[in-house]
């Protein structure tokens, strides 16, 4: 049966499950959502403790000016994973397209230690497409968090009285959306750390195998010459 127009449709019609990738993408999601809400579930107490025993007479950190520049920030830097995701996506494509030198495609009875170096290569730049879309889906919750504080803010200061009675409640949120800020960049920075050495890894050694695999060729009688002893 010929793979044409029709037949794709039928079975893009008939698939309503998710593919691996993406049930692994979600299984992540829930589970770092479970920890981060449990770390700032119990945060919040403590912060709460902390904040009840003091009397402000300044105005909330992330309020005004600040709170939009760290908006800001947070949105431009979920942009910018999305962006290096769609790097990995453009790489793990040319790589399968077999326009990449050193991570050639080549056929079964021909594998050797390319072969192996490509499937490593393939699997990490999944890994990394996949763990930089749960990245940027917490920086996007956090900017939407963010976004929230900044509004209820809005609301609360056309009274004084709801702005003064609202101290300690922006004040907790401030830590609760910096600490969730800090731990995501922990996260990313270990991330690109991981991801860094893996890559560095293979390229090593595929940037061995051709040169090993260059060599071979050299040292090969032309055809038609027999070897020298």
């Known amino acids: 049966m010929p793979f044409d127009y029709e037949s794709a449709k039928a079975i893009l019609g008939a698939y309503r499950g998710l593919t691996p990738a993406l049930r692994r993408t979600r299984k992540w999601c829930w589970i770092a959502s479970t920890i981060l809400g449990a770390v700032l579930a119990l945060s919040a107490p403590v912060f709460v403790h902390f904040a009840s ?6 105005g909330p950190l992330l309020g005004g000016p600040a709170g939009l520049t760290l908006f800001a920030i947070v949105v431009a830097l979920s942009a910018y994973l999305r962006g290096v995701a769609g790097d990995a996506d453009k790489k793990r494509g040319k790589i399968r397209a077999n326009k990449d030198v050193l ?37 996007i ?39 969730w800020l800090l731990l995501a960049l922990v996260v990313l920075a270990v991330m690109h750390r991981r991801a860094r050495i893996r890559e560095e890894v293979i390229r090593d050694c595929a940037e061995s195998c051709r040169i090993d695999l260059d060599r071979r060729e050299e ?11």
Not at 145 to 163: N, Y
């Open 53 to 58: 025993l003091q009397n402000y007479l300044d």
């Open 103 to 139: 991570y050639p495609v080549v056929k079964p009875e021909k594998r050797d230690g390319r072969t192996a170096c490509t499937e490593a290569r393939l699997e990490a730049l999944d890994d990394s497409f996949g763990n930089l879309h749960i990245a940027a889906y917490f920086l």
């Open 141 to 179: 919750a956090l900017s939407l968090a963010l976004g929230l504080r900044l509004f209820a803010e809005s609301i609360s200061r056309l009274s004084s009285d709801w702005l003064q009675h609202g101290q300690l409640l922006f004040r907790v949120c401030d830590a609760l959306i910096l600490e």
């Open 219 to 229: 040292d090969a009688p032309a055809p038609g010459v027999p070897p020298q002893n």
